[in-house]
């Protein structure tokens, strides 16, 4: 019985493992402080891409464009590293983006331009980062009261219904 729930487990490991999607690339368009698109290496069209593990505040929303303008800076044209973990409901590939052996994800959330994606009582990968910055005041946490993606969309919508 042990064994067979050890192959389980090794069956199921390797399926994940196999089902993340590796590439390299370079980044072609920034959509906002979480999202952009790589154009692989291989070709063909660019992916559409949400950075796994963050969440960026809205475009509409106070600190949106400064978030968007420093994934640019860290970002646009740049090569990177792109590990695809799923889709979200919108088709984006969540994934962990490097450059340069940078987790992109940790630098936004260091630099206060976006949030650990908290889910259920989790803090979220980046909360140190987040932790940091907060203490730091940086970014968006230089606000007394920054307010929340998902907090602003649930008040005021998407910036861009359908995204």
Not at 3 to 25: I, N, V
Not at 67 to 93: E, F, P, T
Request: proline fraction near 4%; hydrophobic fraction near 35%.
């Amino acid at each position: 019985m042990r064994f067979l729930f050890l192959l389980l487990a090794a069956g199921l490991m390797t399926h994940h493992a196999l089902s993340q999607e590796l590439f390299r690339g370079v980044v072609s368009h920034v959509s906002d402080g979480d999202t952009l698109w790589v154009r692989s290496d291989a070709g063909g069209r660019p992916h559409k891409l949400r950075i796994d593990g963050i969440d960026a505040p809205e475009l509409c929303q106070n600190a949106g464009e400064a978030s968007r303008l420093a994934l640019m800076q860290h970002a646009l044209h740049q090569r990177v590293v792109v590990k695809i973990r799923q889709h979200d409901s919108y088709g984006r590939g969540l994934a962990r983006i490097e450059r340069d052996g940078v987790d992109l994800g940790a630098q936004m959330v260091r630099e206060g331009q976006a949030w650990s994606h908290r889910w259920h009582r989790s803090a979220g990968p980046y909360a140190s980062e987040e932790a940091l910055a907060r203490k730091s005041r940086r970014g968006l946490f230089a606000s007394q009261q920054p307010e929340h993606p998902r907090d602003f969309r649930k008040r005021h919508g998407s910036c861009y219904p359908g995204r």
